[in-house]
């Protein structure tokens, strides 16, 4: 019973940390490296959700590195790569405007802009599940799991040289 009790304190302050505006997962990760798997989902005109990527993330402040369908994104944020190992491929360009959907470190520095369209489904200390309300129609699911904070390493991480791609068919639109 006291386990019981316990889990509803814990549950029900959660809850209160949310109605306020935060969710202390995504706060904890301004001055970390954060790396997570994740899951997105989409459900339109009431429809279950259908899953549409997932991947695994690496972001550090604006810069991130996201991998995920058969695709791996490199932005220092200022400069993103998008290749197709498969293909042998690269395109270049400068980061202009990206919205959630395109970059994760926006989800997780801006999620307080989009409070009002935000549901959290659960959330531990290494997995958050939230689903964002687009319109009265479309709804966008991310799931985040095995999230690890570890120091600030620096932006290097996020940036590729063109020599380190010799074999790839790079279109540069910077």
């Known amino acids: 019973m006291k386990k019981l009790v ?3 304190v814990i549950s029900a302050l959660s ?5 306020q505006g935060n ?4 706060d904890k990760a301004q001055g ?5 798997h994740y899951t997105y989902s989409l459900s339109q005109k009431g429809e279950d959700f259908a899953p549409v990527t997932q991947g695994n993330v690496t972001v550090e402040g604006n810069a991130y590195i996201l991998q995920g369908l058969g695709m791996e ?3 220092d944020g200022t ?4 290749l197709d190992p498969q293909a042998k491929e690269a395109l270049v360009e400068k980061v202009e405007k990206e919205d959630l959907f395109t970059n994760p470190a926006l989800f997780i520095s801006s999620y307080k802009n989009y409070l009002d369209q935000l549901k959290v489904n659960s959330s531990g200390k290494d997995f958050l599940d939230v689903t964002l309300i687009l319109d009265e129609e479309t709804k966008a699911r991310f799931v985040l799991k095995d999230i690890v904070f570890s120091p600030e390493k620096g932006k ?11 074999e ?3 279109t540069d639109l910077r």
Do not use: G, Q
Request: hydrophobic share 45%; net charge neutral; glycine share 0%.
């Open 168 to 170: 790839y068919l790079i």
């Open 32 to 36: 970390h490296r954060v790396t997570f």
């Open 15 to 19: 809850l209160c940390a949310f109605a």
């Open 156 to 166: 290097s991480d996020f940036c590729l040289d063109e020599k380190s791609l010799p």
């Open 73 to 75: 994104v490199y932005s």
């Open 6 to 8: 316990s889990i509803l």
């Open 23 to 26: 969710i202390p997962l995504l």
């Open 79 to 82: 400069t993103r790569w998008t």
